[in-house]
Every structure is written in structure tokens, then in C-alpha cells.
């Protein structure tokens, strides 16, 4: 199993960014998935995630900003982020289960898969 995020940059506040991970050695589709993210001295945060059913579960500081999505044709995750904060500012880990649902809490415990992470910068 490998997990490759890609779409971390630099970014002014109110910009948008769109972070992709390209999944190998399983079907994404059939997994619990998510992105956590991490900032300098502050614990790992649950940002979204999605099991192999169509629903999907946002943290309350990106709910309504943060779109998460498969895309089962090219086996990948993305997290689109819109209307980005300086508080969005962190390193984003795309993550996986090997169960396909997920549970009511993203807990970074729960996913033995992890990306290399890709960072994320939001200036004001």
C-alpha cells in the first residue's frame, strides 16, 4: 500500500488549493479514507473523511470550505479547500483504513496507512 499526496503550496488567504493522493496496492474505493493534517506544535486534527459509501465527514473548522472526493477512475483522494484561512496552515497526510466504513470520528489511530504529507501555507 502507497499513499503519494501532490497540490500543497503557498497560498494568500481566501485562495483556494486542491491536494491530491494517488493511492497503489489496493482499491481506494473500497476504504476508509481521509486527511488529517498537522501544524507546528499542535496535535494531528481529523480534516475529512470518506468510507466506500457516498457520505462524507468534515471537521467543524473546514465544514462548508473543504470538499473531500474519490476518484475511482485514477484510484485517488482529493480534498479541495476553499476559502482558506491562516489556521488551514499544516501538513496534510492523506491517510487510509483497510475497513470500508469509518468511524463517527477520524482518529488518526484508526488508519494504519499514511501518505508523506504535503504542505500547506496560507498567508494573511
Known amino acids: 500500500v502507497q499513499l503519494v499526496e501532490s497540490g500543497g503550496g503557498s497560498v494568500q488567504a481566501g485562495g483556494s488549493l486542491r491536494l491530491s493522493c494517488a493511492a497503489s496496492?489496493?482499491?481506494?474505493?473500497?476504504?476508509?479514507m481521509g486527511w488529517f493534517r498537522e501544524a507546528p506544535g499542535e496535535a494531528s486534527e481529523g480534516v475529512a473523511q470518506?468510507?466506500?459509501?457516498?457520505?462524507?465527514d468534515y471537521a467543524s473548522s473546514v465544514k462548508g470550505r473543504f470538499t473531500i472526493a474519490r476518484d475511482g477512475a485514477k484510484n485517488t483522494l482529493n480534498l479541495e479547500m476553499n476559502s482558506l484561512k491562516p489556521e488551514d496552515s499544516a501538513m496534510y497526510y492523506c491517510a487510509a483504513q483497510t475497513l470500508p466504513y469509518c468511524q463517527p470520528v477520524a482518529r488518526a489511530s484508526d488508519f494504519p496507512y499514511w501518505g508523506q504529507g504535503t504542505q500547506v501555507t496560507v498567508s494573511s
Open positions: 496496492g489496493f482499491n481506494a474505493s473500497d476504504s476508509c
Open positions: 470518506i468510507p466506500s459509501i457516498s457520505y462524507t
